[in-house]
C-alpha cells in the first residue's frame, strides 16, 4: 500500500474512532464526533496540501 | 446510569495502579474491567490493529537512545502499546525498513498507537478513582 491519501484516510479512520469512544459516552454523540474527527482531519491534509503546492521540495 | 453506579462500585474496591497496568499491558482491559464492554473492545481491537499496521507499513521500534532524545520519546511511545510491543520485539519485528516508502508512515501508526493507548490508560485511571 503507497498510497498516501489511503494511508491518510486508515490513519484518521483510527484515531477517530480512538478518540470518539474514548471522548463519548453514547452511540449518537460518539458516531458525530468521530464523523466530524475523520472529516476534520481529511479536510485540514487536503487544505495544507494545497497550501504547500507552490512550495518546491 | 446503572453501568455509571456499578463501575463506581467496583471502583472502589479496585487498586488503581493494578488497573493501570492491566489496561497498559492489553489496551481496553481497564475499561473491560469496570464492566465498560463496548469501549474495552473497541480498544482491544483498534489499538493493536493500528500498531500492527505501522509494523506491516515496515514502521521501526525505536531502541531507548538517551543520546539521541527524540529517539528515545518515540521507544517510549511505541512501548505505550504495552504487550502487544513486548511480543513484536520478542518475533523479531519493527526493524523497520528505512528506504521503503511506507517507513514514516509505520513510525507515525506505531508511536501514535502507542500513545492513545497511554490515554486510555489514563482514562481508566479516572474510572479507577471514580472520576468518570
Known sequence: MSSHFLLLLVFALFVSIVFAVLLRDDARSQLRFGGLLFGAFVLSAILLGWLMYPFPL | ?132
Not at chain 2, 9 to 23: K, S, T
Not at chain 2, 65 to 74: K, N
Request: aromatic fraction near 12%.
Open chain 2, 1 to 132: 446510569m446503572r453501568v455509571r453506579e456499578a463501575t463506581v462500585e467496583r471502583a472502589q474496591g479496585a487498586n488503581p495502579a493494578l488497573v493501570c497496568l492491566a489496561a497498559w499491558a492489553v489496551p481496553g482491559l481497564g475499561h473491560l474491567w469496570f464492566r465498560r464492554r463496548f469501549k474495552g473492545l473497541v480498544f482491544l481491537i483498534v489499538l493493536p490493529l493500528m500498531f500492527g499496521t505501522g509494523l506491516w507499513l515496515e514502521g521501526q521500534l525505536f531502541p531507548f537512545e538517551l543520546s539521541q532524545p527524540l529517539v528515545a520519546l518515540a521507544a517510549l511511545a511505541d512501548v505505550g502499546i504495552g504487550v502487544t510491543y513486548l511480543a513484536a520485539k520478542a518475533l523479531g519485528y519493527g526493524g523497520g525498513n528505512v528506504v521503503a516508502i511506507t517507513y514514516e508512515y509505520g513510525n507515525a501508526f506505531l508511536i501514535v498507537a502507542g500513545l492513545l493507548n497511554l490515554l486510555v490508560v489514563i482514562d481508566a485511571w479516572d474510572i479507577a478513582l471514580g472520576r468518570k
